[in-house]
């Protein structure tokens, strides 16, 4: 299967990145969204992103305006369903994400290659609501996608090696590296960091540390570039939650359950940096601890 355009639902910070990356690679990409607005938004952040990297001397003027030449709006899925391999960035909600699929499929080229770039739900039952398992694959990129490395593939049970490899391909094209994961909840890197986020907030529910404490100690600590409490701010508390419930829910383990004072945090609106309060109040410079 040979990869020439993508597509890409979401214009969000990730599916933006995704846009981003591909157009950068050479390839024709369109992009979609619910309203012409997030598209406008989304198209903006690559916009500002690029021209970072233009002031930075990643890449040229030229470069930059020949990347966005490749992309198109896509205000309908059709377009979208037109492109070699269409890639879901939508909010990590399943509900939402098969919604999109199911209204996708009648669009959909007979050798379009459907892709989620879902962070921790189930490739296989993502996959059930399309017309083709067999050429549905997980695609995690990372946040910022334009300059983390990783892309963890997940194939789904009924996902076809030449499906698999070809979500290979196109992730090495970008530069990145791969790992396989399993289909299992959160996949490998979820799996293992938001039960860190999780715990780093029950210490600061039972008052073991306070915020600073917590995110200086971890950064010097472990060496990690930013605290957990820092992280989960930019990752949204929102997404943070939905993640641990699907591990919760998933694996049936108590070991997952979310921190109560996490739920309380995401029930007030306070989902982090993009709201401007989570465990930071980013009103000020540098941002304040809440707790």
């Known amino acids: 299967m040979t990869i020439k355009s993508v597509g890409v639902i979401g214009a969000g910070q990730m599916g933006a990145g995704i846009a981003h990356v591909c157009s950068l690679k050479g390839y024709d990409v369109v992009i979609h969204d619910v309203t012409p607005e997030r598209i406008d938004a989304g198209l903006e952040i690559i916009r500002k992103n690029m021209a970072r990297q ?15 030449g490749r992309i198109q709006r896509g205000e309908s899925l059709e377009k979208v369903g037109q492109t070699d391999i269409a890639i879901e960035a939508a909010t990590e909600n399943e509900e ?3 919604s999109i699929f199911r209204a996708l499929v009648p669009f959909c080229k007979e050798t379009t290659i459907l892709a989620s770039n879902t962070s ?8 059930s609501v399309t017309d083709r398992p067999d050429r549905f694959i997980g695609v995690h990129f990372m946040n910022p996608v334009p300059i983390m490395k990783l892309v963890e593939i997940i194939p789904g049970i009924a996902t076809s090696k030449a499906t698999y490899e070809t979500a290979v391909e196109l992730a090495v094209s970008l530069d990145k590296i791969t790992a396989n994961s399993e ?4 996949f490998i890197v979820n799996r293992i960091l938001m039960p860190m986020i999780n715990e780093a907030i029950f ?11 917590i995110d200086t100690g971890i950064k010097l600590g472990l060496n990690h570039p930013m605290g957990p409490l ?8 929102d997404t943070v939650l939905s993640i641990i419930n699907v591990l919760y829910e998933g694996l049936s383990d108590s070991k997952y359950r979310p921190c109560p004072l996490l739920v309380k945090y995401v029930e007030a609106g306070w989902l982090g940096k993009k709201t401007g309060r989570g465990f930071y109040d980013y009103s000020s410079e540098p941002p304040t601890p809440t707790r």
């Open 54 to 68: 233009v002031g930075k001397g990643a890449i040229d003027q030229k470069t930059m305006d020949e990347a966005l």
């Open 120 to 127: 921790s739900i189930s490739i296989t039952r993502l996959a």
């Open 230 to 237: 820092e992280l989960a701010d930019y990752i949204g508390l």
């Open 96 to 98: 939402i994400k098969k």
């Open 183 to 186: 289909d299992y909840p959160a």
């Open 203 to 213: 210490a600061l529910y039972e008052g073991v540390g306070s915020v600073t404490a």
